[in-house]
Antibody, heavy 119, light 112 residues
Framework: QVQLQESGPGLVKPSETLSLTCTVSGGSISPNFWSWLRQPAGKGLEWIGRVYSSGSTNYNPSLKSRVTMSVDTSKNQFSLNLTSVTAADTAVYYC?????????????WGQGALVTVSS | QSVLTQPPSVSGAPGQRVTISCTGSSSNIGAGYDVHWYQQFPGTAPKLLIYGNNNRPSGVPDRFSGSKSGTSASLAITGLQAGDEADYFCQSYGGSLSGNWVFGGGTKLTVL
């Protein structure tokens, strides 16, 4: 059974870069699609972007200018970089598998990593 | 402002049936994209509850069911239990112009 675990700094300063890594266990990262989503406290879910195990990416247009995702198949990991962060980027960040298609879903989910943007 | 619209809250007594609506548009749900539902307990990650409009992953009780019609979808929960109290989110695709997977704002289910 595939499991995902986020890791990275819990506190990031404004204007700096948020970096998170997701480690996939219980299965291979290839071939598959992997996404990052986030959820501000008390609010809804936002899809950030998707990376395929080959490295191809799709990003949320509203975040595209600040987002980079990558895959390291040798470590069974994929990563998120979000530049020029502000307080509005404070949220719980989830790594998830999927979606495989436009009608696809997200499953399973990592436990989530709280990232706070503050000086 | 979420692309998909859900009621902020619903409630029901134990044993009752409740439904949660998810309203989209001709660009997303109405364009034929599937709707999926997630259940989230406080402090935990969302969990897939219904996929492909009306399919339950292994382990999800048949008390949970989904449906889709036109530009909307619904999640129904029968035989309501205290343990069903959680937040529920719908999800679909925003359409080829948006290039985005989108969610509803979430519905808090309270079991009275």
């Amino acid at each position: 059974q595939v499991q995902l675990q986020e890791s990275g700094p819990g506190l990031v300063k404004p204007s700096e870069t948020l970096s998170l890594t997701c480690t996939v266990s219980g299965g291979s990262i290839s071939p598959n699609f992997w996404s990052w989503l986030r959820q501000p406290a008390g609010k809804g879910l936002e899809w950030i972007g998707r990376v395929y195990s080959s490295g191809s990416t799709n990003y949320n247009p509203s975040l595209k200018s600040r987002v980079t995702m990558s895959v390291d198949t040798s470590k069974n990991q994929f990563s998120l970089n979000l530049t020029s962060v502000t307080a509005a980027d404070t949220a719980v960040y989830y790594c998830v598998r999927g979606p495989r298609s436009s009608s696809g879903w997200f499953d399973p989910w990592g436990q989530g990593a709280l990232v706070t943007v503050s000086s | 402002q979420s692309v998909l619209t859900q009621p902020p809250s619903v409630s029901g007594a134990p044993g009752q049936r409740v439904t949660i609506s998810c309203t989209g548009s001709s660009s997303n749900i109405g364009a034929g994209y599937d709707v999926h539902w997630y259940q989230q307990f406080p402090g935990t990650a969302p969990k897939l509850l219904i996929y492909g409009n009306n399919n339950r992953p292994s382990g999800v009780p048949d008390r949970f069911s989904g449906s889709k019609s036109g530009t909307s979808a619904s999640l129904a929960i029968t035989g309501l239990q205290a343990g069903d109290e959680a937040d529920y989110f719908c999800q679909s695709y925003g359409g080829s112009l948006s290039g985005n997977w989108v969610f509803g704002g979430g519905t808090k289910l309270t079991v009275l």
